[in-house]
């Protein structure tokens, strides 16, 4: 594997695909965004009434995947990270947003009621970084600050000098 394989995980709303997309067109690395993925093959097992969105099929996700992973120098975007194997990430980066730009990013996608709340509550209980923590090396799991345009500059600097020095170690 020539190029790592970059895991971008947190709450939706905290910037995962913009950081993402950025990192892509500077780095040369393949974006992946696992709900249009899921969306483009339809990669579902039903529906959630109550939060209204499919329920993904984690497994058929997996699959589809599977040997893109392996070739490595591909961004991974997804809100959950408890399914993918351990083996697949060199590294693992959790974006957090205070509440307050995140109840006014998801209120403008639309959400409301519990799916509004329950993604607040994730983000103040850190739920999803302590999924990664649970799941991944606890040396390869970084939060990093998703506030503002400032922080998604110093996000980019940072995890391109992480590529880079993963590329002359690893090459």
Known sequence: MRRPNVLLTGTPGVGKSTLGKELASRTGLTY?????????????????????????????????????MREGGVIV?????????????????????DNSYLYDRLESRGYKGKKLQDNIQCEIFQTLYEEAMLSYREEIVHQLPSNTPEDLERNLDQIMQW????????N
């Not at 097992?45 to 893109?68: N, T």
Request: glycine content about 6%.
């Open 77 to 97: 975007d997804y809100h959950g990270c408890d399914f993918f194997p351990e083996q697949w990430f060199h590294i693992v980066f959790v974006l957090r947003t």
């Open 163 to 170: 590529i880079e020095q993963w590329m002359k170690d690893n």
């Open 32 to 68: 992946i965004n696992v709900g249009d993925l899921a969306k483009e093959g339809e990669l579902y097992e039903g529906f959630d009434e109550e939060y209204e969105c499919p329920i993904l099929d984690e497994d058929r996700v997996i699959d589809e995947l599977e040997d893109k």
